[in-house]
């Protein structure tokens, strides 16, 4: 099935390959993308977990040894 402004297929291939690269070019440069967004947001969402299990085990360690705060 041809899409809109689509070349048929020639009987070697060559359209079936053009598609192809432009299929993964246009895949290589989302995945880019999602990558260049997503990748500060896990590094913040990190850090809020390491620092929000600091806290915990802090005030943790401060109940056990019986200090007021």
Known sequence: MRMEGEEPATADGGGQIKRALIDATAGAIAGGISR?????????????????????????IVELCGFEI
């Open 36 to 60: 260049t967004v997503t990748s500060p947001l896990d590094v913040i969402k990190i850090r809020f977990q390491v620092l929000f299990l600091f806290l915990f085990l802090l005030l943790l």
